[in-house]
């Protein structure tokens, strides 16, 4: 069974442009979130999506949006890119996101900001 | 306010070794706690869910157990391996899908 995948996995920005992240979960996941990773922070939840809904989302301001397809495959997108969002950006999936869910990673996408 | 507290930062053993990592917590409403490995470079994997009403749980070499009353959580890695060189993280999870995380404890094994 193919793990969860990112695309694409390097980014490199400059500020003020915006970016669209991409991640395609595991097949029959139906439960996508994003998270943020920083030195500084360490891993902050950004959202999370369920069947094309999104259900919950992080402290994270508005700049920072994503949708969910019809898939499951789902993206992320940053506008009006600053400094601060260079960061490895991770997805993860699972069943269907419930209490005691295994969520699954992929490898990211590290984005950088010039 | 909802935080994840993770000690030591970092730590050194030698292979073979047992090694304990410790999680504090104040997160209400609590859901579950969960420890995460994260090797260099690549995503987290997930070692251990636990539930209010479990004191302990155990993936191979890798055993949790909680404390919900004074809100603790520990990883016991025994017989300590090259390979567990990697960052473990805490996450507690809270309310409806959202995720506290500590930031990790890093831990180096050495041959």
């Known amino acids: 069974k193919a793990g969860v995948t990112q695309t694409p996995r390097y980014l490199i920005k400059t500020r003020g442009q915006q970016v669209t992240l991409s991640c395609s979960p595991i097949?029959?996941?139906?439960?996508v979130s994003w998270y943020q990773q920083t030195p500084g922070q360490g891993l902050q939840f950004l959202f999370e999506y369920f069947s094309e809904t999104q259900r919950n989302k992080g402290n994270f301001p508005g700049r920072f949006s994503g949708r969910q397809f019809s898939n499951s495959r789902s993206e992320m997108n940053v506008s009006t890119l600053e400094l601060g969002d260079s960061a490895l950006y991770l997805c993860?999936?699972?069943?269907?996101?419930?209490?005691?869910?295994?969520?699954?990673f992929g490898p990211g996408t590290r984005l950088t900001v010039l | 306010k909802n935080q994840v507290e993770q000690s030591p930062q970092s730590l050194i053993i030698l292979e073979g070794k047992n090694c304990t990592l410790q999680?504090?917590?104040?997160?209400?409403?609590?859901?579950?706690l969960r420890w995460y490995k994260q090797d260099t470079g690549r995503g987290p994997v997930s070692l251990t869910i636990m539930t209010f009403s479990e004191n302990t749980k155990s993936n191979g070499r890798y055993t949790a157990t909680l404390d919900a009353d004074t809100k603790q959580s520990s990883l016991h890695i025994t017989a300590s391996q090259l390979s567990d060189s990697a960052s473990y993280i805490c996450v507690v999870r809270t309310g409806t899908y959202k995720y506290i995380f500590g930031t990790g404890t890093r831990l180096k094994v050495l041959a």
């Open positions: 097949s029959g996941h139906r439960s």
């Open positions: 999680c504090n917590y104040t997160v209400s409403p609590f859901s579950n």
């Open positions: 993860a999936s699972s069943f269907s996101g419930t209490e005691t869910d295994t969520q699954y």
